[in-house]
């Protein structure tokens, strides 16, 4: 059972417009929320995060929005740039499970200048 | 800082042998984990330790062991590879109070 679930695989965007990933996710026991971004041959790189105290949170051109009714949350990038192109990771941690995190498929993002 | 080291950084094994991948951390964090990624999935939690001497299974320990004698290094044996163990290895680490993992490059392994 998949509790963290990342629905599309891979995202196309054109270079200077926005880029939204989405991330849902089922354990209403998540507390806390993380984005990763990967590059291939590499480890993932922390971006970004978000407490389920916040429904937002910025970070350049990076934003996370969290809806905890809809158990959803998404990642804005905006301007795309050809750098960003990456595989992103949604994680979600819970504080009474010792804060472990539980990671989505992952999504690829390709931005063509 | 260095942050986190892993080692070999490729291999390939014959089914049944054994090996051991080396992860190492400079940053006296006192949390370190072992994923696995299979391709195209996310990152699994083989093991994790919340200290020296510390260590509890993940999502997917079978196969594997760890161990903690020190703050920065945490190694994951394989005893008797199988192909089922042909995957990219991550090690993570983690500063107590916060929530976010720090990622080392990775091992990618194949058992043939």
């Known amino acids: 059972d998949q509790q963290v679930k990342q629905n599309s695989p891979s995202l196309s965007v054109q270079e200077g417009r926005i880029s939204i990933l989405n991330c849902d996710y089922t354990n209403s026991m998540f507390d806390y929320f993380l984005w990763y971004k990967k590059y291939p041959a590499e480890g993932p790189t922390f971006l970004i995060s978000i407490s389920s105290i916040k429904d937002k949170n910025e970070d350049g051109r990076f934003t996370v929005f969290l809806n905890k009714s809809a158990k959803h949350l998404s990642l804005h990038i905006v301007p795309s740039q050809p750098g960003d192109s990456a595989v992103y990771f949604c994680a979600a941690s819970a504080n009474n499970a010792g804060n472990m995190l539980t990671f989505g498929g992952g999504t690829r993002l390709m931005v063509k200048p | 800082n260095a942050g986190v080291t892993q080692t070999p950084k490729f291999r390939i094994l014959k089914i049944g042998q054994s090996m051991t991948l080396q992860c190492a951390q400079d940053m006296n964090h006192n949390y370190m984990y072992w994923y696995r990624q299979d391709p195209g999935m996310g990152l699994k939690l083989i093991y994790y330790?919340?200290?020296?001497?510390?260590?509890d299974k993940g999502e997917v320990p079978n196969g594997y062991n760890v161990s903690r004698s020190t703050t920065e290094d945490f190694p994951l044996r394989l005893e008797l590879a199988a192909p089922s163990q042909t995957s990219v290895y991550f090690c993570a680490s983690r500063r107590g109070g916060t929530n976010e993992q720090y990622f080392g490059p990775g091992t990618r392994l194949t058992v043939t």
């Open positions: 330790s919340v200290g020296a001497g510390i260590t």
